[in-house]
Every structure is written in structure tokens, then in C-alpha cells.
């Protein structure tokens, strides 16, 4: 059977996104007694804009635009069309397509056929699909002119075949693929790196002959490096050393260490395994707590139809029980030398096993440095790093290890707006033998086990973080939770019941510091339609879809990023079929003023797509970002071509500073 999923990205965000918290929040009226009680005492300052600006208590609104002097661009409008099938922009700026799915990444590559017809060895040379976290490298010769650009290709999409996917459903509930089908999704999964130049006309091109083009799939050899590398848990019947993994999976996200190198993060790769034995299972946290399948098949490609290390089945007639251990050489942050091609990328363990969003670094005056991450889907927690050494700039060689010590951290957000960073440490807290930790590897292994273990604070889906370059303060997207109110009870950091929109939380370390283990949080804003908004019957909207924003509207914050002068950038990915985004439309990118909070849209994209990945020069004059699986025919939008996953070049037309 060929199958082409009409629902095929709302399909996997529901697999993707499910509740697999199992820890039990205090119950929902003491929540709103206490909550009551902090405002009144004047210790949640947040509050009366979070909480008491839900349906709970009655609604105070904001205030009316600010003209911010940050936000020098007109903003654009929502585009609500089924049929909005290109890029529209601020007035002045021209957004160009750059770099789109099969488009040639090494020299020996083919030119890409609209009928998707070329094989897993032509896509391996390929740029992948579903382009997201991307980061600009720049040479130091010509910073602003030369450098590499490198982009994370999360998943795929049934366009990558000519007819979708292939597969036959067997009697017993598993489902069989063709090997050259799974070959070219693995080949079409993991990071591109190219080396681009402007020309002498103001043009960015792909540099032919570089050395620094490459393809990393979920085929390339890797190192396993920090605590975990040879430990038992990690041996397979394929890698009995339990020190090298083929690939990488479900690539978000990222980062960019001080010293230069690339760190893409390794989301929902729990959906690519499946482990039959249901008892078994059931006595894996570390299978159980991450939503490894327990049925006759993965959740998404059954891809362990074709290759052993998926199927995570135990089987005691093989070394190590076949492949049961390999999900857990998943889940991790790798880092990657864009700047030697022939380099290892190595996961690093230290940074704990999660369903990563990202891994954005804020460095300290003195070196110390965190690491920040969001574990999305809902109920899931904020995390850091923390590594025992420092950065030395003038050394920077002395930092690559850094990655493999240090100490990873849950966030918990107090009702009265004060936060603590729980340390997942083996031997304290609970993090015990009796409680099912046997070591340090075993807390890292399981870090959301230990996170619930200590009473982290389950989140709406946190995402992307970023972090402010003057002020270090901390934002960080909290995308939807529609089950916010019922199974996870109300909280002032997530304070909104059936939270279809999403917020953005801050937070402000102790004394600025990245390593401090306190903090003070707010709510920056809720996402959702301004007050009197109505629906598509002209009704009014329920109150949970009514959010603060002052200025343009969006729904579901996703990726975020300041820039260089600390404008907030936003990037949205909701839902655009769902009857709550009937006034958002199609995905934006926003640009917010931390100050004044005021909002504006500044660029719209095509139907059906994700707006995701930010990167600019280091003038800020030329800006990066990813249109992810659009659903009609962008970038041909010619109405028939097939729609392809494409990294946008915008400029100004006289040349400014993006945004200003």
C-alpha cells in the first residue's frame, strides 16, 4: 500500500506531544487558594497578569501598543487563506528561497527531480528534509560575507517518495517497509553543512569545491563520549563496546559552543523504536518514561522492519540482548566540527537524555557557563547544564571537553515567583537504589524519572530558549498544552486551562549568573487572539484563547532567538486547520521588544508550514530562517510543483539592520 497522510503533521505532533509525566501536581483549588493568597501579599508579581488573566478569576487585558524604538519595520498581516502558498514580508525586505529539500550539498550530487524519484544514495548528497535549527558560522576574513551554514533536517515528510510512503500491514500488527524507502528517509534525516559566500552583487551562493560540505544522516558513525560511553546500558549486539552509534534522529533544535562547534539536539526519537514485550517494557523507565512503542510497531516509520536497531525487542539468544539498549543512544545532544569535516560527531552524554528542544549556551564573565534546554511535549520540564570547568577564550582548544563534566539541572517555579535548579546528583534527593537509580549513568539515562523524583515543575511543551545578550535573562517558549487544567493542574508558570496557544516564560539567574541555582520568573506574555476577537460563526471567543499580547497576534511560540541590538525574534508553529487559529492563520515570525513587550509580525509563511530556524550575520544585515514542510507548492508556488522543506536568505533592500 502507498500512503500520502492528508493529516500526516498533525498525526505525528499528537504522537509527538502526549503526556508521559506521571507525577501527581497539588491538587487545583489549593493551587488557586495559594495563588490568591501570594497576590494579595503582593509575592507574585506575575500573577495578576498570568493567573488572574485566565477564565479562573476574570480577565485583565493589556494595554494598548507601545511605539517600541527597537521595532523599526511596519508589521504585516495574518494571512488566513487555504490557498496562501508563498512568503509574504515587512515592507522593504526581500525573503528569497536558498536552500531547499534535494537542492546539492556535495559537488557529486545529482540535481534534484520534481517526481522525488532519486535514490537514498543520491539523497545522502542531498540537503535533508524538514529544515529547522540552523546557525551561521562566519569566517573571519570576511565575517559578514563568508561562512558555513549549518541546518538540522528533523524528520520527513511522504513527499520524499514519488507515491509517499510505501508499506504492508501484516496479519499480526506489524507493519513492512521497503529497505530502499527506509534507507532514503534515514539518508534524508540529520544536518547539512555548507560553506556560502555574497558575491559581488549582493547574492549568497553555495560555494563549489568546498572541503567543508557534508552530510551527516541518521547513517553517520558517532562517538558516545561522557559518562555513559561504554557502560552496559549502552551495549548492542551491533556495538558491543557500547562507545560508537550509527546516526542521529529528530534533529530540532540547537546550539553554538564559545569555542566554535555545533550542537544539534536529538527531539523525538523515542517514536522511532519499538520494544514488543510488553512486560519488559513495563519494568524499562527507560523505555516506559520516553514513550518507546510497545505495540507490534514504532510509531512512526517502522523502520525495524528493515533495520535490527530499531526494533528494541529483547532477545536473549543475541550479545546484550539484541538492540534493546539502543534507544538509549538516543535522546542526546551531539556535537559537531563544522570546521573539520573529517571529525566524529560525538554525543555527549554528561547533558543527559532527554526529548531535546535545544541547547543554547549563555556564557559568564568569568567562563562559567550554562547550557539551556526544553524537553518538549506536555508536562515536561526546563533544563541546564552546568560544567565544572570554564571557557577559556584564549584557549579555547582546552574547552572541547568541557561537555563531558558537570552537573544537569530541572527547573522548579515556585508559585511566588522565585525558582530553584533541582541537581539530578546519584545519592541525593531520593536519586537512590530504592527509588530505581542504580548510579550517575542510570540518573542520565532516566534524567526525567530523577526530574520527577524531585518535583520539577511539569511545563506546556517548552521549546526553543534564548537567552539575552546583555542582561542574560532567560526566555523560553512554552508552545501549547490543551490538557493544561485536567490532567496537569493549573500553575502560575503555566496558568492558562486548555492552553492552545501557548506563552513565553522568563526567568533572571541570581546575580546573572549562569551557573547560580536560583532564579525569579515571570510570564512575558500569553499567546492568542486580542479581546472581542470572534470565531468563524462571528461568535465570541472562549476565554482560554484570549491572550495579552500587546500588538500582532500568534499562536503556539516555538522557535525564539534574540539578536545582537536584543530584539526577541518568535517563531510560531500552531495548528492552522484547528478552529483556534481561525484569526492567526499560517505561521509567522514576530518580533517582540522585551521592554516594552509590544509585538510585531514580520513575515508570513506559506500554508501548512512550520516557521522555525534563525540565524543572521554577525551585521545582523542578513537573516536565515527555515519554511518547514508547507503543504501546497512552495517554493515553486506554482499551484502543482511538489512543496519542499526551504532555508529563506532575507535582506533590506538598502541594506539595514534586520528590524530596525
Known sequence: MRQEHHHYHADLQALDDRCLNPSQAADLNSIIHRSRRQVLKGGLALAAIGLFGTSLLGCQRSSAPVASPLLGFSGVAAQTAADFDRVLVAEGYRAQPFFSWGDAVLDSAPVWLEDASQDWQAQLLQAGDNHDGMHFFPFAQAPNDHGLLVINHEYINPTLHTDGFCYTDLADGRRQRPVDQVRKEQAAHGVSVLEIRRSADGQWQRVAGSRYHRRISAMTPMAISGPLRGDRRMRTASDPTGTRVLGTLNNCSMGVTPWGTYLTCEENFHNYFVNRNAADHATRPTHQRYGIGNGQRSAYYAWESVDERFDATPDDNQPHQGHVNEPHRFGWVVEIDPFDPDSTPIKRTAMGRLSRECAVVSLGEDGRMAIYSGDDA????????????????????????????????????NEDGSGQWLPLIWGEQGLTPANGFADQQAVLLNARGAADLLGATPMDRPEWVAVHPDSREVYITLTNNRERGERLPLHPANPRANNQHGHI????????????TTFEWDVFLLAGDQPGALDAEGQPLPDNLIGNIRGDIFSSPDGLAFDGAGRLWIQTDSDEEAAHTVNTGCNQLLCADPQSREVRRFLVGPRGAEITGITWTPDYRTLWVNIQHPKLSYPASDGHSRPRSTTLVITHEDGRVIGS
Open 378 to 413: 506536555r508536562g515536561e520540564y526546563v533544563w541546564k547544564f552546568v560544567p565544572d570547568g570554564r571557557h577559556d577564550p584564549a584557549n579555547p582548544a582546552a574547552s572541547r571537553q568541557l561537555l563531558d563534566h558537570g552537573t544537569l539541572y530541572a527547573a522548579r517555579f
Open 505 to 516: 516564560v522568563r526567568w533572571r539567574e541570581a546575580n546573572a549568573d549562569p551557573a547560580a
